[in-house]
């Protein structure tokens, strides 16, 4: 059975960068798509990253775009979510997700994900 294990939070001012991990076992990574999600205290899980498993293809969110690079590492089988220029706002819990997602329009929805790590905390504090 798959597992996920995410790693690489901590606390960060802002302006600062951390790079997520997601180590998969159990099973090989290659045939999912990949989804990073966060849910900050009080709000609802949003998507912020995912990554295709056939030809890599990525979407962002739109508060995430440019600062946010998600990848992928098959032959090791983990994932990785680096975060540049972190605000405040990006404080949460971050978790990753794998999935056959079948239509664009689900990309972010939570719903279509199987398989979920426990999540590692970012906090962007001064």
Same mark, same amino acid.
């Given at each position: 059975?798959?597992?996920?294990?995410?790693? !690489?939070?901590?606390?960060?001012?802002?302006?600062? $960068?951390?790079?997520?991990?997601?180590?998969?076992? !159990? =099973?090989?990574?290659?045939? #999912?798509?990949? +989804?990073?999600?966060?849910?900050?205290?009080?709000?609802? %899980?949003? +998507?912020?990253? @995912?990554? %295709?498993? %056939?030809?890599?293809? &990525?979407? #962002?969110?739109?508060?995430?775009?440019? %600062?946010? &690079?998600?990848?992928?590492?098959?032959?090791?089988?983990?994932? *990785?979510?680096?975060?540049?220029?972190?605000?405040?706002?990006?404080? =949460?819990?971050? #978790?990753? =997700?794998?999935? *056959?997602?079948?239509?664009?329009?689900?990309? @972010?929805?939570?719903?279509?994900?199987?398989?979920?790590?426990?999540?590692?905390?970012? &906090?962007?504090? $001064?």
């Amino acid at each position: 059975q798959l597992q996920l294990v995410e790693s !690489g939070g901590g606390v960060v001012q802002p302006g600062g $960068s951390l790079r997520l991990s997601c180590a998969a076992s !159990g =099973a090989t990574l290659d045939s #999912y798509d990949i +989804g990073w999600f966060r849910q900050a205290p009080g709000k609802e %899980r949003e +998507g912020v990253s @995912f990554i %295709r498993s %056939r030809g890599g293809s &990525t979407k #962002y969110v739109d508060s995430v775009k440019g %600062r946010f &690079t998600i990848s992928r590492d098959n032959a090791k089988n983990t994932a *990785h979510l680096q975060m540049n220029s972190l605000k405040p706002e990006d404080t =949460a819990v971050y #978790y990753c =997700a794998v999935a *056959h997602i079948y239509s664009n329009q689900g990309i @972010f929805d939570s719903r279509l994900y199987a398989s979920w790590g426990l999540g590692t905390q970012v &906090t962007v504090s $001064s």
